[in-house]
């Protein structure tokens, strides 16, 4: 089956300092990626939906120059976090949308990569 | 390896019962969760079980058996807002997420 992978998996870093998060669909195309955040009750929202070779676009209330997102290539889209705080330590999920498969409305998930920001 | 696995799809009428199964195999557990997806739309969150049993929230009740690697989603009194797709998601002992690949419900009239 479709497979989604993040990288890394966690990550803690010092406020002021940018990280880079890798999501990457590891045995089909996506032209469509998402990424969210997943806050302490659970819930998912939705940050920003990448589009492979155009900009981003983001959900009202994201900030798109603190939460740079590139879609360089069909397989991997990559969410940066700059100049960190700690509010912005949370758990981030992305996923990725086959174009090609059975149901080209079905999402596939990452494992999640969870930042901490001291 | 880690997986899990719930139908693909299920068909079930209005005001009737339905019951969307998942089992998974981790490497530890730190918990279950199901969320709810209409197409086109984020995933909304539903519930969350780490401890074995039963938790009812309104319509929707989530149960779960750590020693079977087993969980359930169960809607009552279902409604043609019901029809969406049901995602079964584990976290395993790195909080990893693994997820299944959605169940599709199909509510008839």
């Known amino acids: 089956g479709a497979v989604v992978s993040q990288h890394p998996s966690r990550v803690i870093c010092k406020s002021g300092t940018s990280v880079k998060i890798e999501c990457r669909s590891l045995?089909?195309?996506?032209?469509?990626m998402f990424w969210y955040r997943q806050f302490p009750k659970k819930s998912l929202m939705l940050m920003a939906t990448?589009?492979?070779?155009?900009?981003?676009?983001?959900e009202q209330g994201v900030e798109k120059d603190k939460f740079l997102i590139n879609h360089a290539s069909l397989t991997l889209s990559t969410l940066t976090v700059t100049s960190a705080h700690p509010e912005d330590s949370s758990f981030y999920i992305c996923?990725?949308?086959?174009?090609?498969?059975?149901?080209?409305?079905?999402?596939?998930f990452g494992p999640g990569t969870r930042l901490t920001v001291l | 390896g880690q997986n899990i696995d719930q139908p693909t799809e299920m068909t079930a009428t209005e005001g009737a019962i339905v019951q969307i199964n998942c089992t998974y195999q981790t490497s530890g557990f730190n918990g279950l969760f199901w969320y709810q997806q209409h197409a086109g739309e984020a995933p909304t969150f539903l519930s969350y079980n780490v401890l074995d049993g039963l938790e009812e929230k309104g319509r929707f009740s989530s149960f779960l058996s750590r020693s079977k690697g087993y969980s359930y989603l169960l809607l009552k009194e279902l409604q043609m807002k019901d029809s969406a797709s049901y995602l079964c998601a584990a976290m395993d002992s790195n909080y990893q997420l693994i997820w299944g690949a959605g169940t599709k419900l199909i509510i008839k009239p």
């Open positions: 996923s990725a949308r086959d174009m090609a498969g059975r149901d080209s409305d079905t999402q596939y």
């Open positions: 990448s589009n492979e070779g155009s900009k981003a676009t983001y």
């Open positions: 045995d089909f195309q996506a032209t469509t």
